[in-house]
């Protein structure tokens, strides 16, 4: 096994899935067998995923920790990286590094209600925490899950979204801003779901993701709502492109997001003097 931290490993593409408009999942699997079994992640990190001779580009790993021997991402077609994968069809080989960064606190949330926002894409990041809190349930109390999208079309996860909500104890609503013909569901901006679900702020751990101005409005709600800063978790994305907290992209403030995040508290953002 190349022992060299920059260089990629191996991975080979198991299935492809048309996840909403736009963004395909991929479930990865390395071709060391080693590597297949000793690979161990944690809710919130993140890879480096090499499509080679194109480019490297960070990605959310959207699995669980609670399951072994393959990785799922789930990537949107913007840009040179994601376009080449998006091309790329179940059996393919990429390259890998990973993973990186600070996952979401998991044991530290035990005992507590738990609340999820996520918007579009950014519920990725979210789904492996909240797959990992349904495996181990009773270490939970009420959870709720919040998730909003602009179209029908953008909604992720639909398959999880109909198994989380038929769990005890937690409750999951949906929401567009622009809704099709076929839609029958809540209309309006993700915040606009809090005000229909009770939360129990002092004992409630809130988990946000989505599109910075997204977070922006959530975070100013849960703060009027009596959410304490400690209490409310987000996940940052930056041109994370070593992911080892050594070129400096994702600097911000005093901290390098790839390294000391992606994960961090609404007080320790503030601390670092950064605003969405």
């Known amino acids: 096994m190349n022992n060299n931290i920059y260089s990629p490993q ?15 999942s991929f479930a990865l699997e390395f071709e060391d067998e080693k590597l297949r079994e000793s690979f161990r992640h ?10 080679f001779g194109v480019g490297e580009a960070p990605f959310s790993i959207t699995s669980s920790p609670a ?3 393959r990785l799922e991402i789930s990537v949107v077609n913007v840009g040179e990286v994601t376009a080449a994968l998006h091309l790329k069809k179940e059996g393919e080989l990429v390259g890998l590094r990973g ?5 979401f606190p998991f044991d530290d949330v035990k005992g507590r209600d738990i609340l999820f926002v996520g918007g579009g894409i950014g ?7 909240i797959n990992q809190m349904l495996s181990d349930r009773d270490s939970f109390r009420k959870m709720t899950i919040l998730y909003g999208a602009r179209t029908p ?3 992720c996860f639909r398959e999880d979204i109909t198994a989380w909500s038929a769990q005890k104890d937690s409750v999951v609503l949906v929401t567009v801003d622009a809704p099709d013909e076929g839609w029958q569901g809540n209309v309006g901006v993700v915040t ?15 988990f946000v993701c989505g599109p910075p101005i997204m977070i922006h409005f959530v975070i100013e709600d849960l703060i009027k709502m009596g959410f304490a800063e400690d209490a409310i978790i987000t996940s940052m994305e930056r041109r994370m492109e070593c992911g080892l907290g050594k070129c400096g992209h994702c600097s911000i403030g005093t901290a390098e997001v790839c ?5 961090f508290s609404y007080r320790q953002l503030k601390e670092l003097k950064e605003s969405f």
């Open 42 to 51: 944690r809710s919130g990190q993140f890879i480096e995923l090499t499509v």
């Open 192 to 206: 606009s779901l809090l005000s229909k679900v009770e939360i129990e702020t002092e004992r409630t751990t809130a």
């Open 153 to 155: 079309g953008l909604l």
């Open 67 to 69: 399951g072994k021997g």
């Open 123 to 129: 519920l990725a990041p979210l789904r492996p925490l």
């Open 259 to 263: 390294a000391d995040g992606p994960v």
């Open 99 to 103: 993973p990186y960064g600070k996952g």
């Open 10 to 24: 191996l991975a080979r593409i198991k299935s492809v899935r048309d996840e909403a408009d736009g963004i395909k």
